[in-house]
Nanobody, 125 residues
Framework: QGQLVESGGGSVQAGGSLRLSCQAS????????MGWFRQAPGKEREGVAA????????YYKDSVKGRFTISRDNAKKMVYLQMNSLKPEDTAMYYC??????????????????WGQGTQVTVSS
């Protein structure tokens, strides 16, 4: 069964940093895109960052560019999200996701077929 497990969430003050990790299993680590999404209470899920695991090309939501960095370790089937200069508006549940091989727009949820349970990130002002 497919499995993605996130870790690294927590509570920090504005300006702080967190590093999220996602451990994929053999059948859930995509050779296409792995992504991080987030959902705040009362809001829709949004794409934060994604990486093409083959090329290593990263994609970012505009509001996190320059603050967040996505990386991957193909051998370990791990994806990371380094989050610096965190802001209260970054508060959300963060989900790791693995794409299928059809039409995928990196920061759009529709192309992703496996999802983790999420890890909470809370940023206080």
């Amino acid at each position: 069964q497919g499995q993605l497990v996130e870790s690294g969430g927590g509570s920090v003050q504005a300006g702080g940093s967190l590093r999220l990790s996602c451990q994929a299993s053999a059948n859930t680590y995509s050779s296409f895109y792995m992504g991080w999404f987030r959902q705040a209470p009362g809001k829709e899920r949004e794409g934060v960052a994604a990486v093409h695991t083959g090329r290593g090309s990263p994609y970012y939501k505009d509001s996190v560019k320059g603050r967040f960095t996505i990386s991957r370790d193909n051998a370990k089937k791990m994806v990371y999200l380094q989050m610096n200069s965190l802001k209260p508006e970054d508060t959300a549940m963060y989900y790791c996701a693995s794409s299928g091989y059809g039409l995928v727009i990196p920061l759009r949820a529709t192309g992703y077929i496996y999802w983790g349970q999420g890890t909470q990130v809370t940023v206080s002002s």
